[in-house]
């Protein structure tokens, strides 16, 4: 069945009969791209042609001249092979503009199948963007269908005297179906072009001014082609930031201002913006077009009869609302200040395709820095003798000048290998001093690098060496270490905060005599007063008060060999308010002086050192140090022994035997003393 419909096809073309759908069928299943093609390229297109595009055009034929037998085998096939063939429509892309600015471009792109249709539903992973050859990061895709950015076109029509009759007739029908279809924010201008240039209407989304504007078109003149693209690049500038498009309508040369042909591919280049070249019949400049169209990114596309304008417009109208805007991320390592070549590649199951456009330097762009270093010298090296100084570059950087700078003065200049310097430090001043390096490579690009130095001894600050450092950490680190041993001695009891209150304070006293317990015995005669013991004093200090300026919250105590109490009780030597809830007992501790030193005992009682394993706390002050109790802070101070009174014979201290014979010091408090660091069964 394939072989009839084929054999139908060539039947039929051997009979001379015309193949064109829309002039002899009526029927819209052949691509419209034939009609857009003149004779001598029809052929090409058959021979690139898919065969169900000729099957289902060979189908159109036969029901045309009734043979409906061989329409029904070529309906089959076609069906056939465009099942089979939908996954393999090409892919193509077109840069329609770039605007950019420092750190960033938007860059509209337009992608369309094989058929000319456009492709939706595309993201960031089907795009990828580079400018000469380094990748840029996409950091957003979007749709001008979905998002509805607004386009800014500029009309641009060939008005000359040729184009009187069916061509302006056909070109304003195709212009005002053109607007019709676009997205009602989208905005238009109109310019002209005949042995002058002209305005006709400026950018405007008022479709009757557009209308209006198109039906005014008049043809009359010569062709000022050259002259009209300087213009529109120039006008398509000032549109706003977006979407912008040039469509260029011509049907011949110039015939005016012919010697600025090369200015004009210069100005549509500069522009940034794609020209979409349309050329209507058989005397246009295909080469200017083409050229046109190559160096600003767009199309030149090439109609051969008026009637297929239309359908040209319409197709591009579809095409421009569903274009794509690529958002990209351009780094500061990227050099801007030269022209560069950007490609787009959109990455499809059906294929990929790529579009590159060259991009002029950005105005006011900078070129990157380089990284420069500098050998023959080291940072905060000391100089005694010349060295030879020269700079370090990366692989791929040519060097066009190189300066050397001493502490802001110019030494020494290159502008040719080997770029060195013998840089001699006698005839520089003893102490600490710069050297900079400035390069240039030959793209413009600049790169320093500073070193600090020292020649002989340094009458100002010299750069201490590591050893010094070293060792001044190292001090800074133990005086630290010991000063928080310090602070943490001082805190003494100020870490406690459950306390047990001793057994004292649980029993209620005794008012007077028990009955069927003996008397008391008389009173012994007084002792003879004690001898004078150290002269010692504690100051106990309620904080809280005397950060509040109270001087009342004070008190000094003198101390000796007799323990002083100290609690919450009234019946203790130093009694105290307890502030804290409980954090003081009634009797916490007993204080004495011993050696010089003060002795802290604080009390438990036997149950809780049996039930919970609490025990008494012993701490040893010397003087001038201090502990704090709860909201109160005890500080030690001792003065010097009191001298024995003329004649009188120094005291001898009482001793007792202990079970082992041997004796013991007197305990005047009822318990032993262990001194700091005795082991604990050592009294």
């Known amino acids: 069945m394939l072989?009839?419909?084929?054999?139908?096809?060539?039947?039929?073309?051997?009979?001379?009969?015309d193949l064109h759908p829309r002039r002899r069928t009526g029927l819209e299943g052949y691509p419209k791209r034939w009609m857009l093609q003149p004779d001598w390229?029809?052929?090409?297109?058959?021979?690139?042609?898919?065969?169900?595009?000729?099957?289902?055009?060979?189908?159109?034929?036969?029901?045309?001249?009734?043979?409906?037998?061989?329409?029904?085998?070529?309906?089959?096939?076609?069906?056939?092979?465009?099942?089979?063939a939908s996954a393999l429509d090409g892919v193509q892309i077109e840069i329609v503009s770039v605007d950019e600015q420092a750190g960033r471009m938007a860059v509209s792109v337009q992608v369309i199948d094989s058929a000319g249709r456009p492709i939706g539903g595309l993201s960031t992973v089907n795009f990828k963007v580079a400018l000469e050859g380094a990748p840029l990061s996409v950091s957003d895709v979007v749709s001008a269908s979905a998002t509805r950015v607004p386009a800014s076109i500029l009309l641009l029509v060939?008005?000359?005297?040729?184009?009187q009759g069916e061509p302006m007739q056909r070109a304003r029908s195709a212009m005002q179906e053109f607007v019709k279809k676009l997205d009602p924010a989208d905005q238009v201008a109109i310019m002209t072009f005949s042995s002058g240039v002209t305005l006709l209407q400026d950018f405007t989304a008022n479709r009757s001014q557009l209308s209006q504007a198109i039906n005014k078109l008049t043809p009359t003149g010569d062709t000022a082609l050259y002259d009209a693209v300087i213009q529109a690049a120039e006008k398509i500038g000032s549109a706003p930031a977006g979407r912008r498009l040039v469509v260029l309508l011509s049907d011949g040369e110039a015939t005016v201002g012919v010697e600025k042909r090369a200015a004009s591919l210069q100005a549509a280049q500069a522009g940034g913006v794609g020209f979409v070249a349309l050329g209507v019949g058989a005397q246009i400049d295909r080469p200017y077009l083409a050229e046109l169209a190559g160096v600003s990114g767009g199309r030149f596309i090439e109609a051969p009869t008026p009637s297929s304008l239309r359908d040209f417009y319409v197709d591009l109208a579809e095409q421009i609302r569903s274009q794509y805007t690529l958002i990209v991320a351009v780094p500061p390592a990227v050099d801007r200040s030269v022209p560069g070549r950007l490609s787009v590649t959109v990455s499809l199951s059906a294929g990929s395709a790529t579009a590159e456009r060259l991009l002029n330097p950005l105005p006011g762009a900078t070129a990157p820095p380089f990284d420069l270093g500098v050998g023959g010298i080291e940072p905060g090296q000391r100089l005694g003798s010349p060295v030879t100084l020269q700079p370090v570059i990366a692989a791929g950087v040519a060097l066009?000048?190189?300066?050397?700078?001493?502490?802001?003065?110019l030494v020494y200049a290159a502008a040719a290998e080997p770029f060195s310097y013998e840089f001699d430090p006698g005839a520089t001043a003893k102490g600490s001093h710069l050297i900079e390096v400035v390069a240039i490579d030959t793209r413009g690009r600049r790169g320093e690098a500073q070193v600090p130095f020292s020649i002989g001894a340094a009458s100002g600050s010299i750069l201490p060496s590591a050893g010094v450092l070293?060792?001044?950490l190292i001090g800074l680190a133990l005086l630290g270490a010991a000063s928080f041993m310090m602070r943490r001695k001082r805190?003494?009891?100020?870490?406690?905060?459950?306390?047990?209150?001793?057994?004292?304070?649980?029993?209620?006293?005794?008012?007077?005599?028990?009955?069927?317990?003996?008397?008391a015995p008389p009173p012994l005669s007084p002792a003879p007063p004690p001898r004078e013991g150290p002269r010692a004093r504690i100051i106990v200090m309620d904080e809280a008060g005397v950060r509040n300026g109270r001087l009342d919250v004070i008190r000094e105590y003198a101390i000796g060999r007799k323990p002083l109490t100290f609690g919450t009780s009234e019946s203790c030597d130093i009694s105290v308010a307890d502030q804290e809830d409980g954090r003081i007992a009634a009797e916490e501790a007993r204080l004495w002086v011993r050696g010089g030193r003060l002795v802290y005992h604080k009390l438990t009682t036997l149950s809780a050192m049996a039930t919970e394993g609490v025990t008494s706390g012993w701490h040893?002050?010397?003087?001038?140090?201090?502990?704090?109790?709860?909201?109160?802070r005890i500080v030690f101070q001792f003065d010097a022994p009191a001298e024995a009174e003329e004649g009188e014979p120094e005291e001898q201290p009482e001793t007792h035997p202990d079970d082992t014979g041997e004796l013991s010091p007197p305990q005047e408090h009822g318990m032993a003393l262990r001194e700091p660091g005795a082991a604990p069964w050592q009294l």
């Open 491 to 519: 805190r003494g009891l100020s870490g406690y905060v459950d306390r047990i209150k001793p057994w004292a304070g649980k029993m209620a006293e005794i008012s007077g005599p028990v009955e069927g317990w003996p008397a």
């Open 3 to 17: 072989s009839q419909a084929l054999s139908a096809r060539l039947f039929l073309a051997g009979k001379g009969l």
């Open 400 to 409: 066009a000048r190189v300066e050397y700078w001493v502490d802001g003065q």
């Open 470 to 472: 070293i060792a001044i």
């Open 620 to 632: 040893f002050l010397e003087s001038g140090e201090e502990i704090r109790v709860g909201a109160y």
């Open 158 to 163: 060939d008005v000359s005297g040729s184009m």
């Open 41 to 84: 390229a029809r052929r090409a297109i058959a021979a690139a042609t898919p065969p169900e595009v000729w099957l289902k055009c060979a189908e159109n034929i036969c029901r045309g001249l009734g043979l409906k037998r061989f329409a029904a085998i070529a309906a089959i096939v076609s069906v056939l092979f465009a099942t089979s």
